[in-house]
């Protein structure tokens, strides 16, 4: 009989109570013993989802990451949260977000670095290590939900679910330039107590998670699973190894030939593999097969599966377990919501695409379904089969997906729709003399916060409660607060703040033909940040401009030039949940030709800056570096189509935060934005080490400001941080900005940290015209500095 089981459950709850908990907290309206409550609230709700698993994951909940838990878990944080007063929970949030709840400036700290968990659209803070770190074990965090889940669940049912040493070492930073491979001897001793502490409490199963076996890696990390793995066998719990996201490959027989009881593997992504490792699997231990889509909300294609899973079944036997692909922690919590009604929240989703999709609690039935399908026969759930098959055929053949049209514009694209006019150099000559901006010019990158007021507004609007001309009023009400604001600070380069736009994607999308929204499909990017993504079901087109109005709205205010703000076609896909019915390539190429003709839309309204946000270009790199070049061909492709076809005069810009991009940097370099700025405040300009190596022939603004933290900046600080820039890349190429847009922190951080780095592109400035290079600057200097 095959067992059922699941990797991970989303943690934010279905109304996401975490992230308001979370937020509660930190603004010092709740207690921590508030926080710890509805945290253990929505635990007890997501086991009780779960409870006809034959396993359930436990220790899956994280207060802000499951990394940064392990870490704590692991005993190793950073030197400079020790020693502070306050709670294991201040420093926790201190390592997460740089302070906790109602930290004073002295109790403040440099946040951890925080990047992408692999290809996805969540973000992990960085494991910091030196070759002196020593780890100790604190397994308070995960023997507390352990024993909340056995009371719930009993204790048969509930399954650990922790980082593995391997991939923690791999994700992890050495802030000295050492080997964090180095400090694996001295890490496994926590893992084996871990595994007995976790024995003790009377748990059968542990599922070590390693998706790294997925990547390339080289003979000293094979080398280094064979001796980790080889340390732990005596240990008592049985261990699943779980790896997802991709494919094993030259891993295939290292992960099959680790002494654990069981792996599990992405059957989704990994399909082509699965016979391999049924192959390869040692006939005592068991496969886990993620055969439904952890990270997508399509229905899965029961019949389908079934039709390559029965043998696999047969051969099998009892060393069968099914599950999703990976943690569900991808996808929303539950479609239900979407079906009823909530008056708060209109109805988004027809009848029709509700029956296509999938979230994570009907991933699971689906799982369940499988289960039954391979234990009784598939006459036992022959109905839900049925109607499982009904939707899948309704989707396949709807009008509603397939656009004539569309395809014939995609096919229409010729090379010359990725070029410019003439090369940057001539063109940065053009835009300094329309723009007539200053050494080290500053500039935001496009949002502003979104206050209650706006948010009410919109929300007001949205349920016919408010009318469209009420609505923009608000909202141009708030785009002039914020360009006012933006000329008393003092900046080069203005926006209009994006008040109207509730995501910088979904905004977009609702514009979009071929796109649908949910009400409740929230998933967590990280800490209290949740996005909802938009539905990419059918073909591309874009029926009428989309942000137009307002930028010339706003560029009626004021004298200085403003920025045109898109966010750009790689982006919008790969924060999306997109169809899978064809290749990711072409729905980017439908998107590239809706944000060209936006580009186009607006240089033709007279706006001489358009920023053409790609932050998520290097999210959707694969995994296995054989494959990236043909990714970055068609992503950068699909950006220079939407960026090109205006003329020189036109700068345009593009953003990329939190992500490595130094291996990458000569595909960033071919998109030819004039002007690209990136997030490097939390890495201490480390992000600009490959600029030493590589000559980056544009303009580029390595952001200052990390605006994902409550700490404001001292003009010190960001002065630092731009002569270490300017150690790499002309003063002339460089601009000064945050390191991201400011839509979620509050207009009373803003203002101060603006002023900031305001006064510090002044400092720059004299220090270029006086031939300095010392950032150390009277403070009277930095407040009185004008520019040059």
């Known amino acids: ?35 710890l409550s509805t945290a253990k609230l929505i635990r007890a709700a997501n086991w009780q989802q779960q409870a006809d698993l034959d396993l359930v994951p436990v220790g899956d909940f994280s207060l802000y990451d499951q990394v940064l838990d392990m870490s704590f878990t692991l005993g190793n944080l950073p030197a400079r949260v020790q020693g502070l007063e306050g709670s294991e929970l201040d420093r926790y949030f201190r390592v997460a977000r740089g302070r906790s709840a109602q930290d004073s400036d002295c109790n403040s700290v440099h946040a951890g670095e925080m990047t992408k968990w692999f290809d996805t659209n969540y973000h992990y803070i960085v494991p910091e290590v030196t070759a002196d770190t020593r780890f100790s074990l604190n397994p308070e965090r995960i023997l507390t939900q352990l024993a909340e889940a056995q009371i719930q669940l009993g204790l048969a049912k509930a399954k650990p679910v922790i980082i593995g040493p391997v991939t923690y070492l791999w994700l992890s930073k050495a802030k000295d330039g050492s080997d964090p491979l180095a400090l694996l001897d001295q890490l496994l001793p926590v893992y084996s107590a871990l595994l007995e502490q976790l024995a003790d409490a009377g748990v059968a199963w542990v599922q070590i998670d390693e998706p790294i076996l997925v990547t390339d890696l080289d003979t000293r990390w094979k080398q280094a699973f064979e ?42 992504r990994g399909r082509e593999e699965v016979t391999k490792v049924v192959d390869w699997l040692p006939g005592h231990k068991v496969l886990s097969i993620g055969a439904v889509d952890g ?33 569900l922690l991808h996808v929303p919590v539950d479609l239900e919501s979407e079906v009823s009604g909530d008056e708060d929240k209109p109805a988004t989703l027809d009848s029709e695409l509700i029956r296509w999709l999938a979230f994570a609690r009907q991933k699971l039935v689906e799982v369940q379904l499988l289960g039954r399908a391979v234990n009784e026969g598939r006459e036992a759930v022959a109905e839900q089969l049925a109607d499982n098959q009904a939707a899948i055929t309704s989707r396949r053949l709807s009008e509603r997906v397939h656009n004539r049209s569309v395809k ?45 007021e706006i948010r009410k507004a919109r929300l007001a609007y949205k349920k016919h409660e408010l009318s469209e001309a009420d609505y923009q009023t608000q909202m141009k009400a708030e785009i002039e607060r914020a360009v006012l604001e933006q000329e008393k600070l003092g900046l080069d380069l203005l926006v209009h703040g994006e008040a109207e736009r509730n995501d910088m994607v979904e905004y977009f999308g609702e514009q979009l033909e071929g796109y649908a929204f949910s009400r409740f499909g929230w ?62 390539k072409e729905s980017c190429m439908q998107l590239a030709l809706a944000i060209r003709q936006e580009v186009q839309d607006l240089e033709a309204a007279g706006v001489h800056v ?41 700068q345009i810009h593009t953003h990329m935060c939190y992500s490595e991009f130094n291996d990458i940097i000569e595909s960033i370099a071919r998109m030819d934005a004039d002007v690209i700025t ?12 490959v600029f030493e190596a590589f000559e980056y022939p544009n303009e580029i603004g390595p952001g200052v400001y990390d605006i994902h933290s409550p700490n404001i900046p001292s003009v010190e600080q960001m002065v630092s941080l731009m002569s270490k820039a300017a150690e790499r890349i002309p003063a002339e190429r460089l601009w000064v900005n945050p390191d991201c847009g400011l839509k979620t922190r509050q207009w009373a951080e803003v203002i101060p940290a603006l002023e900031n780095m305001v006064a510090a592109a002044r400092i720059l400035r004299l220090q270029t015209a006086s031939g300095e290079a010392s950032s150390q600057v009277p403070v009277q200097v930095q407040r009185e500095a004008e520019p040059v």
């Open 1 to 35: 009989m095959a067992l059922v089981h699941n990797l991970g459950f989303p943690r934010i709850g279905a109304k996401r109570e975490l992230k308001f908990a979370q937020e509660g907290f930190w603004k010092g309206a709740s207690s921590a013993d508030q926080l």
């Open 227 to 268: 001796h980790a793995y080889h340390t732990l066998k005596a240990n008592r719990p049985q261990v699943l190894v779980a790896t997802y996201f991709g494919t094993l490959q030259d891993n295939l027989q290292l992960a099959c030939n680790l002494p654990v009881a069981g792996l599990h593997i992405d059957g989704v």
């Open 295 to 327: 990270r997508n909300i399509w229905k899965t294609d029961l019949k389908r599966v079934l039709d390559w899973l029965e043998p696999v079944a047969a051969k099998l036997g009892d060393r069968l377990w099914l599950a999703p692909s990976c943690s």
């Open 408 to 452: 014939a514009g995609v096919g229409g694209v010729t090379s010359g729709f990725g070029q410019r006019q003439s090369a940057y150099a001539q063109r940065a000559a053009k835009q300094a003399e329309r723009l007539k901006l200053p050494l080290y010019p500053t500039t935001t990158i496009g949002s502003f916060p979104q206050t209650a």
């Open 523 to 584: 998933v967590q990017s990280y800490g209290s940040r949740c996005v909802k993504p938009p539905i990419l079901f059918g073909d591309i087109s874009r029926p009428e401009p989309m942000t137009v109005a307002w930028t010339q709205f706003a560029q009626s205010l004021t004298d200085k030039p403003m920025k045109g703000m898109l966010t750009g076609p790689v982006t919008i896909l790969n924060w999306s949940f997109v169809r899978d019915d064809q290749p990711r």
């Open 610 to 650: 358009i920023q053409i946000d790609e932050a998520a270009l290097r999210e959707g790199l694969p995994l296995r570096r054989s494959e990236w070049q043909h990714y970055l061909d068609w992503a950068v492709n699909c950006f220079r189509i939407s960026a090109n076809g205006v003329s020189d005069e036109t």
């Open 678 to 689: 990136i997030e490097t405040s939390r890495s201490d300009m480390e992000l600009l080490d």
